[in-house]
């Protein structure tokens, strides 16, 4: 992999990593995709949640935030008012995780968050007229919106 290749890639952690509430969030600065994968296995503090539903509008959206997140919205406004800092599975964490990063890889192609998270609620021709945010539920659903996004990246519509 190139210098630049590892660079973009080192950015865009530490950029998803400050989605989630940087060093409010996590006990060192995440800034390899390995950081990443250790903070996951730990599980987020569920500071991460309460952050993301901060600087994302459409996550406060209790659709969007079930389909991105696996948990529902009223859920996590319980635990967020009861106090409670309880911390998240390593899947809630990964989910948390791959929603910030493919924000971050779709505010990259399309140049702000706000257009960032309108392609996340918009049908998709390349999804088979799906939206991004509903894909966002399985793997599988990830990996297209993901390579999507790499398609319009490089201008390959086909």
């Known amino acids: ?19 989630l509430g940087g060093s409010g969030t996590f006990k060192r600065r995440l800034t390899t995709t390995l950081d990443a994968h250790e903070a ?13 539903s901060e ?28 106090g ?9 964490s990964g989910r948390a995780w ?13 140049g702000s968050r706000a257009e960032a998270e309108r392609f996340l609620e918009r049908p998709a021709i390349g999804l088979d007229q799906r939206r991004p945010i509903d894909l966002l539920a399985t793997p599988a659903g990830v990996e297209l919106v993901e390579t999507h996004l790499e398609r319009i990246k490089y201008g390959v519509y086909a």
């Open 1 to 19: 992999m190139t210098d630049v290749a590892t660079g973009e890639r080192e950015g865009l952690v530490g950029r998803a990593a400050d989605l």
């Open 40 to 52: 996951i296995l730990s599980g987020f503090s569920g500071k991460a949640l309460v952050r993301l």
């Open 55 to 82: 600087n994302v509008a459409l996550i406060r959206r209790a659709d969007a935030f079930e389909k991105a997140l696996g948990l529902s919205l009223r859920t996590f406004q319980r635990h967020k008012k009861d």
């Open 84 to 92: 409670t800092a309880r911390k998240l599975s390593q899947e809630q």
């Open 98 to 110: 791959k929603f910030a990063e493919i924000l971050e890889k779709a505010t990259d192609v399309f």
